[in-house]
């Protein structure tokens, strides 16, 4: 038995985080008090407590004013454009080589934080969706992130605004794979990328790409019976087909189909037969219907992802997009620190491949090790002052 060499601390991990912002954002000084390395530290604080830079700043002893934390922040910050540069090759900057190597399963998916002021330039600044938390307005995010076990970083990032098209989006953030080395297998996908223009897309690039496909045309209670893709959930065998999808603009897309069935058997009080309905395509050659299911429901781990990302995004209700592209950044930062720490420092080396524990250092524990060490090196307010005596 191989028994434990080494020790990691808080500090350990602060240095690398600090490391890897100063690296890839290059923040100046701007003043003596508000230094660079004070700022990320305050930073990684109001993340790790999921508040806002203003509290963070009256929470530290040592910290500036949050005023003059903010101004820091918009002097020395980037354009939107470079700041989602530099963010990018902070992702990048721990990828494993292993990754690079060969073609890697990519999920890709939206992010909406809801928003419900309004924009501080101009309207492409806020992104129209289903109302979710009372507002149908949203500061919007696309992320690739890799589907592969005890590697699953978050390698590219984008903003999403109300003009960009899904298209756009997803050759975005290839571009940004493909500039970090990563190359997709095949592309597992949302059920809102399921359109004409998305499909035309994936197979002019030769993409293979899997997605959840759109049931539209009457349901099976219809007198007429379904129709359109409808049609295919009203199966009670497994099997494949083709579809040709048509958008409003008569444009089509002809694709390949998996219709997977399964006994519910009771779940969530539910009986019967179950179909599940998949389109696919490009160099994609499935083995079995349970290969297209079980590969498809390996995309939400991409979902585990922004929850772990919503534990440590700093709360603000500014208007500043810039601002609100920082604060996400650093929480994709701080979720891919904590993915390398256990690949490259908690994994039990052994034949055959590393084997990785989670519950050594959970997302939420690495989290607070950070703030407590943020506490200890810059104090902390535990006082205030009173007009009466506790005690008479």
């Known amino acids: 038995m191989r028994y434990p060499q080494y020790t990691l601390t808080p500090a350990h991990i602060q240095t690398h985080v600090a490391a890897r912002l100063h690296k890839y954002l290059r923040l100046a000084d701007h003043g003596r008090r508000c230094t660079a390395a004070t700022l990320w530290t305050v930073l990684c604080y109001a993340a790790c407590r999921i508040i806002s830079l203003a509290a963070a700043c009256a929470a530290l002893r040592d910290a500036p004013s949050d005023s003059a934390a903010h101004d820091a922040l918009l002097a020395t910050l980037p354009d939107y454009a470079e700041l989602q540069r530099r963010l990018n090759r902070a992702l990048q900057g721990d990828l494993p080589h292993a990754l690079r190597r060969r073609r890697q399963p990519l999920a890709i998916d939206l992010v909406l934080i809801p928003y419900h002021g309004q924009p501080?330039?101009?309207?492409?600044?806020?992104?129209?969706?289903?109302?979710?938390?009372?507002?149908?307005?949203?500061?919007?995010?696309?992320?690739?992130?890799?589907?592969?076990?005890?590697?699953?970083?978050?390698?590219?990032?984008?903003?999403?605004?109300?003009?960009?098209?899904?298209?756009?989006?997803?050759?975005?953030?290839?571009?940004?794979?493909?500039?970090?080395?990563?190359?997709?297998?095949?592309?597992?996908?949302?059920?809102?990328?399921?359109?004409?223009?998305?499909?035309?897309?994936?197979?002019?690039?030769?993409?293979?790409?899997l997605m959840p496909l759109v049931l539209r045309g009457r349901k099976a209670d219809h007198a007429k019976g379904p129709s359109g893709s409808r049609v295919f959930a009203s199966r009670k065998r497994s099997g494949w087909a083709e579809y040709t999808m048509t958008n409003a603009a008569k444009r089509t897309a002809r694709f390949q189909v998996c219709i997977k069935c399964r006994n519910r058997r009771g779940e969530r009080g539910r009986h019967g037969r179950e179909a599940l309905v998949y389109a696919l395509g490009g160099p994609l050659r499935p083995s079995s219907y349970t290969w297209v299911k079980e590969t498809y429901r390996s995309r939400f781990a991409i979902e585990t992802s922004y929850r772990q990302m919503h534990q440590a995004r700093i709360r603000t209700c500014t208007r500043d997009p810039l601002l609100r592209l920082l604060y996400v950044g650093i929480a994709l930062l701080l979720r891919n620190v904590w993915v390398w720490l256990h690949w490259q420092v908690l994994a039990h080396r052994q034949r055959g491949g590393r084997r990785l524990d989670l519950g050594r250092l959970s997302f939420r524990k690495m989290l607070v090790w950070l703030q407590h060490w943020a506490e200890t090196h810059l104090g902390v307010h535990d006082e205030i002052a009173t007009e009466h005596r506790m005690y008479e």
Not at 165 to 178: K, P, S
Not at 195 to 207: E, F, H, K, M, N
């Open 120 to 209: 501080l330039h101009h309207d492409d600044e806020i992104y129209r969706s289903q109302a979710k938390s009372g507002t149908s307005h949203f500061h919007a995010y696309a992320t690739a992130y890799v589907i592969r076990k005890g590697r699953r970083f978050t390698v590219a990032l984008t903003s999403v605004g109300r003009h960009h098209t899904l298209a756009e989006v997803i050759q975005r953030l290839l571009r940004e794979a493909a500039r970090a080395g990563v190359r997709p297998r095949y592309l597992l996908l949302d059920r809102g990328f399921c359109s004409v223009d998305v499909i035309r897309y994936l197979q002019r690039a030769r993409y293979a790409w």
